[in-house]
C-alpha cells in the first residue's frame, strides 16, 4: 500500500438514503486507508444543489468522484445522473453507480447513460476499491499537471 501521506485528499460526494449503506461505504474507505474526505448527501435534489454549489453549499469543494445510489427519494439516481452529465461544468466528474437492483436493461447500453462504473452493492468490493484507486490516482494526476501548467 502506497503512502498517502502528505497527498491530496481525494474528495467524495456519497449520494445515499440508506444509513447503513452510508456507514458500510465509509468503513469500507476506512479499511482500504484511501485518503479522502466524505461528503454524504440523502436525496437526488440535496445533491445536485451540492454539485452545483447553491446555498448552503457555495463553499463546498468539487467532487473528484460521486458514488451514486440510484434508489433515491425526491430525484432518484437516473436523473441525478443525467443531470451532471449533461451539465458542461459537472459531466467530467466521475460517477460510480451503486445499487442493490440489476440495472434495467444491458449494462454495457447503461454506460452510455453516462455512468463511469456500475457496481452491485456489496457483492463487487473489489472492483469498488479499484474504482476509487483509480478516481484517487486521476485526482493525483490532475493536480500534478495543474502544477506543472
Excluded at 467524495?12 to 469500507?28: N, P
Excluded at 440535496?46 to 454549489?53: I, P, Q
Excluded at 445522473?81 to 454495457?108: E, R
Excluded at 452510455?112 to 478516481?135: G, S, T
Amino acid at each position: 500500500m502506497s503512502d498517502k501521506k502528505g497527498s491530496k485528499k481525494i474528495e467524495i460526494l456519497l449520494v445515499e438514503d440508506d444509513e447503513f449503506d452510508a456507514k458500510l461505504t465509509q468503513r469500507f474507505l476506512n479499511r482500504e486507508e484511501i485518503n479522502y474526505n466524505l461528503h454524504l448527501v440523502r436525496d437526488g435534489e440535496v445533491a445536485m444543489n451540492f454539485l452545483k454549489k447553491t446555498p448552503p453549499y457555495e463553499k463546498v469543494p468539487r467532487p473528484d468522484v460521486v458514488i451514486l445510489d440510484m434508489g433515491l427519494p425526491r430525484m432518484n439516481g437516473q436523473e441525478v445522473l443525467d443531470q451532471i452529465k449533461l451539465d458542461p461544468k459537472l459531466k467530467n466528474i466521475p460517477v460510480i453507480i451503486l445499487t442493490g437492483q440489476q440495472l434495467a436493461g444491458d449494462p454495457i447500453k447503461d454506460f452510455e447513460l453516462h455512468e463511469n462504473a456500475y457496481i452491485n452493492k456489496w457483492l463487487q468490493m473489489a472492483d469498488f476499491k479499484a474504482l476509487i484507486r483509480a478516481v484517487e490516482d486521476y485526482s493525483q494526476f490532475r493536480e500534478e499537471n495543474k502544477r506543472n501548467q
